[in-house]
């Protein structure tokens, strides 16, 4: 959430919290592989005005974090979380909470 201190009220951000509480330079890559999955190097630099070199070191970085992911050949994208299946003999909230990192006593 942003606040608009011209008017006092508050709206929703674009993204996850995780997006907004990175740098500048990443969000701006995170936003370009948004926007054209499978994109290299040469094209995130473009379509985000980072240098190329920063993108670079960056993507790698990003990679080893979560942050994207890599086909290995120099294509990114954002990565896909699964979510385990609820199986109906299961107890539904213990999944839901495994999925979510929650763990009960």
Do not use: C
């Amino acid at each position: 959430m942003q606040l608009d201190s011209s008017n006092g009220t508050w709206a929703m951000l674009d993204g996850t919290p995780a997006e907004h509480a990175q740098s500048d330079e990443r969000r701006r890559i995170v936003e370009a592989v948004r926007a054209e999955t499978g994109i290299g190097p040469k094209r995130i630099a473009e379509a985000s005005g980072v240098s190329h070199d920063v993108v670079k070191q960056l993507v790698r970085r990003m990679v080893d974090t979560g942050t994207l992911d890599s086909d290995g050949q120099g294509h990114y994208f954002l990565p896909i979380h699964s979510v385990h299946s609820v199986h109906p003999e299961g107890d539904a909230v213990n999944a839901v909470n495994e999925v979510n990192g929650i763990h009960s006593a």
